[in-house]
């Protein structure tokens, strides 16, 4: 009898390309990716282009083992018609549900619609693959920053302990967690990766947001000053850890029922290093460094702030100023006998300048297999 599949969702996104290159070249098994696409050769169409990004002249040899399916994660049984829905429930054992939106600026019905509501449908699946007696492991991608403003140590195990929260993202991941949290009757497993970079290896990324917003508009002089706290931890880790990782926790025996982690923990960086290290690249001289009080009036008198570069990276002048510490023993209790270790982000960092400056940001894309070539 023929191994069950794994279903991925998010198998277009970032972190959803690196999963589905593991489960692809680590195992023999099928894996379902639901897609948002009109129909079954559009889905096809999507996930053939991850594949040749991923593999290149090699996509061919994987194609046959992912089926695209053509659905919306915030659908009533997904979009799909229920005779197709319970096929899938009937075929799978392993859900990984890494699908998100990741900005920081929806409104918060919109965000909570594709990020809560999204966990809801992907958990009204499982419970159906649990009921026909297939399931082995639910698999929930959420984040670190579920922490929200909370200041010191965040722990694993911990989750609502009376934190705010930054924006709408920060906000729908962690009511969305709680619903993974609320459904005790599944194999749940939570993974919580911090800030995703590229690959430690090549540099690769297919996601110019987050850190790369500030990094890009520093490298063109646009900011002489910024509103952090230098000694203020900045927890990044790369794509190939992360999804690493999450395939360990994935299919490893032990994890149901814990939360993880995939965070720098010890190695985080702080925003005076990483100022450093982006200054010593670009040979620009650091950029101000100002207490995030007296910064709006500094932005409103400067001249050579372009409006446009403040207003692109102003959601992430928080994540500055943050006094979050996360606890990841558990999940390096777990991962470092298996040889999965976070690295330090100035082990790997003119890599990822490296290639973010070959590729101008993004404009001039790399797939994953000609970075991985070269």
Known sequence: MSPRAVLLTGATGFVGMELLARYLERSERRVIAPVRAADDRAAARRVDGVLRDLFGAAAKRYGERVEAVPADLTAP????????????????DHIVHSAASVSFSLPLDEARAINVDGTRRMLQLAELALERGGLERYCHVSTAYVSGTHAGRFGEHELDVGQQFRNTYEQSKFEAEQLVRAHRGLPTTIMRPSIVVGDRRSGWTAAFNVLY?????????????????????????????VADAIYDLSTGPRGVGET???????????????????????????????APAD??????????????????????????????????????????????RVSPLADYMERLLDFATRTRWGKRPLSRAAALAT
Do not use: N
Request: neutral net charge; proline residues 9%; glycine residues 4%.
């Open 213 to 241: 917003w500030p990094l890009r508009a520093f490298a063109r002089g646009l900011y002489p000053a910024v509103p952090a706290i230098p000694s203020a931890p900045v927890d990044v880790v790369s794509v190939d850890y």
């Open 295 to 340: 910064f709006a009036t500094f932005a409103q008198k400067a001249t050579g702030v372009r409006r446009s570069a403040l207003e692109e990276s102003q959601v992430l002048f928080p994540y500055f100023a943050i006094r979050t510490v996360f606890d990841d023993t558990r999940a390096r209790e777990r991962l470092e006998p298996a040889g999965i």
């Open 260 to 290: 993880y982690h995939l965070t720098a923990g010890a190695h985080a960086s702080s925003i005076a290093e990483l100022a450093e290290l982006a200054s010593r690249y670009f040979h620009r001289p650091p950029p101000r460094v100002m």
């Open 77 to 92: 049984d997904l979009g799909l018609p229920r005779e197709r829905l319970e096929q899938i429930a009937d075929r799978v």
